[in-house]
């Protein structure tokens, strides 16, 4: 993450309601503080002379603040949840301003007094943050002067002292260069903002933007300066510096493996094949969707290789399929995996499968709406049994590319997802008189449209939940949930304002303890916190391991530590969720359900 500070400084035209409505802007788009500059303007100039003096002097002038407005104007920005900063140019004007107010949040030296090393000793005294811009200085001479080790904590912000900096004299690898030694930041000046986000891409954790109503006006900052829309998209990348320019070894996030099964294309069996022979190519054919093995992966890593287990036509082609393959579960696993009902997520096509090679009695099946919306469905009644227990998830999409969302303003997106709904809610009640024991129905409510969080929370909860004869448990949700084979960002049952309401209001949720590690990461909050809240209001689970804001899907015992004996004690269906894990007849559930039962069984 970089912090990313509004310099006001001169660009406010001397007008207070000016300088206030620049801090509410540089709140809004997500700033970390704002800036100003003070110079006692009664001895600051010992003569202006030259042209150039005489037009900085005036600006200065024109801007200046007194001390009664500088107080106003930080308690102002501190109400905003905001730093407020300020430049100093000489150790008396230091002096002085201390002398008559309480010392700013931050300090910072600028270019023109980088090498002022008598201003800088002064402010570390204050023992405050202290930033160092580096213009028309060269780099060598000012990482030289604050070698010392009393200056270790200065932030050396590199920069261009040009008032616009033309795109193209950047030199941005001197941050790379000031990271060896000091924090470093970027000061732009530039024509273009987008600099700063290059900046941030080569490490920057500081970035200094001048903040403006008018680029095109008559104040000399002005040109150089940004408007509030220009720096929401710098913060925008300054809070998610480190996620973007990640590691060199990281993994595929789930997205990329969800569509390159989608996309690519993988190996199918064209005929049985038995355990201990040697797969070639000739034996496969190649088609998509991509469920096991690509040709290239097949060919670099298990071209050779004997098969591990027996394979039938039409399988797909698996890492899995040169492995041995895990032990059945005992009788008397089954029957501790069924009492605490330890849920499988199926498909229709797969109920039976599932049932052969894992069969905990518990399935919870995630339909498509093409299934929900076509006599398929029908066929889910027939597969069932009386004596197992079900949920059903409802898709997150409807016909269209859209997203599932009964309380759109749109019409046709209404309706569709209504049907969707209605039509759930009847397999519901068909499932329930089979089996004599109710059958929830899980949602993803994600879409809040134009609506305020307190009018879609009252929405759902009577127009849906209430309304309905069926138990409907809205699912707890990540900040940067999965959609369309990428990321979509969504503010709804996933933050502290939801744990408000659900506790105000009491009702039930289906809590996926992924989704509340990723969604606390995103927030700053502790994860554990919000299971605990959470956990009073929870009759449905699903069990992941994640790790950060997007990593989800995890085997279990792989993430963020959760306390699975407490979980298991929980009398409510416990749906196993981790990423791809029916691929490989139900592989990677089978090794979830033998870690649930390891757990139970240390704790005996």
Not at 228 to 240: G, N, R
Not at 421 to 426: G, K, P, S, W
């Amino acid at each position: 993450m970089a912090n990313v500070i509004a310099e006001i400084g001169i660009n406010f035209g001397g007008n207070i309601d000016t300088a206030k409505d620049l801090i509410l802007q540089a709140s809004r788009a997500g700033c970390w503080g704002v800036k100003f500059q003070y110079r006692n303007t009664e001895t600051f100039y010992f003569e202006d002379n030259e042209i150039g003096d005489a037009i900085v002097k005036s600006e200065i002038q024109k801007n200046n603040l007194t001390f009664n407005q500088i107080s106003n104007l930080q308690k102002y920005t501190n109400s905003l949840g905001l730093e407020f900063g300020m430049s100093f140019f000489r150790e008396e004007d230091l002096g002085f301003y201390l002398s008559h107010i309480s010392g700013p949040d931050f300090y910072k030296v600028p270019s023109a007094e980088c090498m002022n090393a008598i201003l800088v000793d002064a402010i570390l005294q204050q023992n405050k943050t202290l930033l160092v811009s580096t213009g028309g200085h060269r780099l060598e001479e000012v990482i030289n002067q604050y070698s010392n080790e009393k200056y270790k904590h200065i932030i050396i912000l590199h920069c261009i002292a040009n008032y616009p900096a033309d795109l193209g004299i950047q030199n941005l690898s001197k941050i790379k260069k000031i990271a060896e030694t000091h924090q470093p930041g970027y000061s732009s000046h530039d024509v273009d903002y987008e600099v700063c986000i290059a900046a941030i891409s080569m490490g920057a954790k500081w970035i200094e933007r001048h903040l403006t109503n008018n680029k095109d006006g008559i104040g000399l900052d002005d040109s150089s300066s940004s408007t509030e829309d220009e720096i929401k998209s710098i913060c925008k990348f300054a809070k998610l510096a480190e996620e973007i320019i990640g590691a060199p070894h990281s993994l595929p996030n789930q997205g990329e493996i969800l569509n390159m099964q989608n996309l690519g294309t993988g190996l199918y069996l064209k005929r049985n094949l038995d355990a201990g022979k040697i797969l070639s190519l000739e034996d496969c054919v190649i088609a998509s969707p991509r469920k096991g093995l690509s040709v290239g992966e097949f060919e670099k890593s298990f071209k050779g290789k004997k098969l591990k287990r027996d394979l039938y036509a039409g399988s797909p082609i698996t890492e899995m399929s040169f492995k041995v393959p895990i032990k059945a579960l005992s009788t008397e696993q089954l029957a501790k995996a069924k009492q605490k009902k330890i849920t499988i997520p199926v498909r229709i096509h797969d109920l039976e499968i599932m049932r052969k090679n894992i069969g905990t009695g518990s399935y919870e099946f995630h339909l498509s709406y093409e299934e929900v919306l076509s006599d398929d469905i029908d066929r889910v009644e027939e597969i069932c049994m009386a004596e197992e227990n079900y949920s059903i998830h409802l898709p997150d999409y409807i016909p269209g590319n859209r997203i599932f969302d009964p309380l759109s303003n749109d019409g046709q997106t209404n309706q569709l997802s209504r049907k969707v709904l209605q039509r759930t809610e009847r397999i519901s009640d068909r499932l329930e008189q089979l089996t004599g024991s109710r059958v929830p129905i899980v949602g993803s409510f994600s879409q809040r449209n134009t609506m305020q969080h307190d009018e879609f929370f009252e929405r759902l909860v009577s127009e849906i939940i209430i309304s309905s004869k069926q138990l409907i448990y809205p699912q707890w949700l990540p900040v940067n949930a999965w959609y369309f084979g990428g990321t979509v960002k969504l503010d709804v049952f996933n933050n502290e304002k939801y744990i408000q309401m659900i506790e105000k209001h009491s009702i039930k949720i289906c809590l996926d303890l992924c989704h509340v590690i990723l969604s606390a990461n995103s927030h700053g909050a502790n994860y554990k916190d919000w299971v605990a809240r959470l956990m009073p209001y929870t009759e449905h689970l699903h069990l992941a391991d994640a790790v950060g804001e997007n990593g989800e899907g995890l085997p279990l015992g792989t993430g963020l530590p959760l306390d699975y004996m407490d979980i298991l004690e929980n009398k409510y269906m416990k749906v196993i969720e981790v990423w791809q894990g029916h691929f490989d007849e139900g592989y990677k559930f089978k090794q979830a359900v033998k870690y649930l039962l390891n757990v139970e069984k240390l704790n005996d």
